[in-house]
C-alpha cells in the first residue's frame, strides 16, 4: 500500500510568522511531489510542485524535497490569515495511471 | 495553468433519482480524468480513472454500477450516481492532467456538492 502521511493538525502560527509542512511518502520510486491548498468548501488548488531534491521558491512559498528520506515539505513565508487552509501532499504513482496519491492534509491556521 | 470546469455546482435531488455531473477540461484535450469524493472533514477519496473511448477503472470499493463514469470525448467526461441515497451526499470532484511528460499536474474542477433527501 503506497501512503503518503502528514500531520492532520492544526498547526497554528501567528501572522507573519515562517508556517512549516511536512510529508512523508512510501513510495521511493515516486518522482513528482505537489502541494494544493484547499480551502473550506473549495476544491484543491495547485500550490507547488517539485521534483527535484532541494528547495524550489516560488513568492513566499517554497518546496523542500529530499528523496533519501522520502519527505516533502512546504514552507509558507510572512504567513497571513488568507493562508488559513488544509494543505494536501500529493505524490505522483510511477505507473502509467497518473494516479496522484495523496495525504490527508494538515489544517493551517494563521493567527491575526 | 489548465482549467478544469464542473456543472451543476450544486445538486439537490430526492432519494432514488439519478444525477449526472460534468466535467470538461476547457483549455486543452485530457484522455484522462480522474473522480474524486470528499465527505466532511475527510480527504480527497479517487474513485475512479476515466479514460477516453475505453472503459473507467474503479478503485476497490467504488461499485461500478452505482458510479456509471463515460468519457466521450477528449474534453468532456461525466459521473452518473445512479439511484443516489442520502449517503451518496458528498462533495465530488474531478481532475485532468495537464503538462509535459513527467511533469504533469493534475488540475482540479470547482466540484459539485450534491445532497440527496
Known amino acids: 500500500q503506497k501512503e503518503v502521511e502528514q500531520n492532520s493538525g492544526p498547526l497554528s502560527v501567528p501572522e507573519g510568522a515562517i508556517a512549516s509542512l511536512n510529508c512523508t511518502y512510501s513510495d521511493r520510486g515516486s518522482q513528482s511531489f505537489f502541494w494544493y491548498r484547499q480551502y473550506s468548501g473549495k476544491s484543491p488548488e495547485l500550490i507547488m510542485s517539485i521534483y527535484s531534491n532541494g528547495d524550489k521558491e516560488d513568492g513566499r512559498f517554497t518546496a523542500q524535497l529530499n528523496k533519501a528520506s522520502q519527505y516533502v515539505s512546504l514552507l509558507i513565508r510572512d504567513s497571513q490569515p488568507s493562508d488559513s487552509a488544509t494543505y494536501l501532499c500529493?505524490?505522483?504513482?510511477?505507473?502509467?495511471?497518473?494516479?496522484?496519491?495523496f495525504g490527508s492534509g494538515t489544517r493551517l491556521l494563521v493567527r491575526p | 495553468g489548465a482549467v478544469v470546469s464542473q456543472h451543476p455546482s450544486w445538486v439537490i435531488c430526492k432519494s432514488g433519482t439519478s444525477v449526472k455531473i460534468e466535467c470538461r477540461s476547457l483549455d486543452f484535450q485530457a484522455t484522462t480524468m480522474f473522480w474524486y469524493r470528499q465527505f466532511p472533514k475527510q480527504s480527497l477519496m479517487l474513485m475512479a480513472t476515466?479514460?477516453?473511448?475505453?472503459?473507467?477503472?474503479?478503485e476497490q470499493g467504488v461499485e461500478k454500477d452505482k458510479f456509471l463514469i463515460n468519457h466521450a470525448s477528449l474534453t468532456l467526461s461525466t459521473l452518473t450516481v445512479t439511484s443516489a441515497h442520502p449517503e451518496d451526499s458528498s462533495f465530488y470532484i474531478c481532475s485532468a492532467p495537464w503538462g509535459l511528460a513527467w511533469e504533469e499536474t493534475q488540475y482540479f474542477g470547482p466540484g459539485t456538492r450534491l445532497l440527496v433527501l
Open positions: 500529493a505524490v505522483n504513482l510511477m505507473d502509467s495511471s497518473y494516479k496522484l496519491i
Open positions: 476515466s479514460n477516453e473511448g475505453s472503459k473507467a477503472t474503479y
